[in-house]
């Protein structure tokens, strides 16, 4: 049991490789409890002190150059075929391997798009050109931004099993919160209690604790700009929250509509806006699978919030989740220039997506869900429960 | 009171500036929230998300330049003279603030020995080389390692204070211990009651959870080389602990030896190896103050323990104890080729070191005892209680 998300991700690297024909990835670190190259914790799940090189083959090779101290610690996991441990300096050891396997490139983790495949510092990097002046190896490296890309977007089933638990916990907190709010609460009281409940069920936060849950009361609040504030609830107002934990080192990352009042009192306006905030979803749910391509999903969701009389929601429709909340990767949003190239991205199975948006009520504010999805081999399945109708507390 | 430590830091940092002479320091990030500078949590104490630039001037001006969605909470903290948000790109403010500056070198983070002042990765350097091109400044870019190693080193009042209660708590948890240890616990039970009381008292691990603290029970154990395993204790043996714990954010790193028995029992050759031991220690904390260099202090605890007639530690007398026990720049220790320059470093006031060493039993294994101590303008002050006799568990 222990390290098999570990060992899953490291299989999957060596696929990578092939399928992206890279012949070898070099993760350069050193005295990572300082400052970890985010990749670590997917092939690793631990610490090295001195410097150290994780060498991945396209031929299936797994080895880790470490220091002596750490190599029994390397060795314990049993991810690595050979731990070579060193006690003078890595550089002999580091170059004879690359001689052996004579690469035609070497991976290393830098990106200029990307903070989760930019793991490689510039004294890190220096330190291995030095190491390698004089090896052709020095002028074959080049970014792993593909492989690292593909690597934390293909969620394996460890890291599908965390996230469901995450999502479970979200929505029991949710379920358990309900029958607490009322009229008359500030949404820091209600932030609070929130806090007390991820307490109470272990759990950490998905994103900036300040901003979990974001708490919205009534109609003035543009979402997402601000903590909790003062501002109370109030009968015949909406209530929204975007909410997510981190369990085991996974996100969730969900949003809710509650209204203060009867079903019978919804307003005919944000029962529109509703069914079209669900609708938008469950459309973009029903076309969603491997080989479509990220602003592909996004037109489907946002042309239905379009044809339904809305202004369109001014983000994407959709961002991968992970270890983050916003893992990055391909991005489920339009073709807009602050989204680069990420919505060009094509959706894999093994991602795990939000699908979320907002519509403008004119009198009730803001109207805005979020669910969190697997995308499977022939579409997605759904790992929230869709919020189907607001969640009356009258 | 909010933001005391990061106001301090920020001053000394403008404080060191013009004391090595340098025009001005770029803290260059973004996303932090997965990969962070490890000078961050001295100098902001939360998140950037979009590439973001915190600049420092030897004249005391400090600005940032961030992302419109960070600035108000940026804003907020109040360590920054101007906070200028951007929705752009930051290509344009930045070039025009070092315009204005005209900084003869600009200290970005990197270093080829020492990972807390490596904090700049590969890409956001060459993104930073991208956007300074054509300006002089982008062949004025320096190592800010001599800035950031006075920085993390010097503690100031509130660092002090967040360590003190660090080892106040460690203190308290062995005091907690001594009634509950006795012979025919393992190593793993002791471990599992220390971890208890870390709970109860709402601390962190100061160093690997797995190693901390370090337990080990009887002769035959060589201390530091792995963790609490089935190894009983026994009466009639010593027993060793290197603890440490985090306390906001800041370290402990203390050894303690137990003996189980009456103190009329203790053998011999034990007392001598403790007299040894403690003497050293206490040799070295009258020895050292401000301006005397690493390897000296070192040398006044190891020419104790040889003209005591026993093989000298094979470790450096002791490191620097932070925001990581281990907190890096000037180390107490010999002249060895594997401690590179550290030891050739001054020690300054507000640094806060470990002194620590053992010495080997023929019968009875290793000694080990470790204070740490604040350095004082006039010499040092212990901020743990030395441990004066082997406490006996009898």
Chains 1, 2 share one sequence.
């Not at 991700?9 to 696929?15: D, I, M, R, V």
Request: hydrophobic content about 35%.
């Amino acid at each position: 049991m222990a390290h098999n998300l570990e060992r899953e991700k490291c299989e999957q690297a060596t696929q990578i490789l092939a399928e992206i024909d890279m012949d070898a990835w070099l993760v350069w670190v050193r005295e990572t409890s300082q400052m970890a190259d985010p990749v670590l914790e997917l092939i690793l799940g631990g610490d090295l002190v001195w410097q150290s090189a994780l060498l991945f083959t396209k031929g299936g090779e797994r080895t880790a150059i470490v220091g002596n101290f750490d190599a029994d610690g390397i060795e314990a996991k049993g991810l690595y075929h050979r731990v070579i441990p060193y006690t003078e300096g890595v550089k002999d050891t580091l170059r004879s391997e690359l001689e052996r396997i004579k690469p035609g490139q070497v991976g290393i983790n830098f990106s200029l798009s990307d903070v989760a495949a930019d793991g490689l510092s510039l004294g890190m990097y220096r330190i291995l050109t030095e190491h390698l002046s004089g090896t052709p190896y020095a002028n074959r490296l080049v970014s792993a931004e593909a492989l690292i890309q593909r690597l934390r977007g293909r969620k394996t089933p460890s890291e599908v099993a965390r996230i469901r638990k995450a999502v479970e916990i979200t929505e029991n907190i949710f379920r358990e919160m309900s029958p607490r709010l009322r009229p008359g609460l500030s949404e820091a009281q209600i932030y609070g209690m929130f806090h007390e409940a991820m307490d109470r069920h272990g759990v950490g936060n998905a994103w900036d604790e300040d901003h979990n849950p974001a708490v919205d009361a009534g109609p003035n609040k543009v979402f997402g700009h601000s903590g909790p504030t003062e501002n109370e609830t109030k009968a015949g107002h909406l209530l929204h929250f975007d909410f997510g934990v981190k369990y085991e080192g996974y996100c969730s990352d969900i949003q809710r509509m509650f209204f203060f009042g009867k079903p019978a009192e919804v307003p005919e306006e944000v029962l529109h806006a509703f069914e079209t905030v669900h609708d938008a979803i469950q459309k973009a749910s029903e076309f969603i699978r491997p080989g479509v391509l990220g602003h592909e999903v996004d037109a489907i969701a946002r042309d239905h919030v379009k044809s339904r009389g809305y202004e369109e929601y001014k983000h994407a429709l959709g961002h991968q989740v992970g270890r983050l909340a916003h893992d990055g990767g391909t991005l489920l949003g339009p073709l807009w220039d602050r989204y680069g190239d990420t919505p060009r991205g094509e959706v894999e199975a093994g991602n795990v997506f939000t699908l979320e948006l907002y519509v403008t009520t004119k009198e009730y504010g803001q109207l805005s869900l979020e669910e969190d999805i697997l995308v499977t081999k022939g579409g997605c399945e759904f790992l929230s429960h869709p919020q189907r109708e607001l969640i009356c507390l009258g």
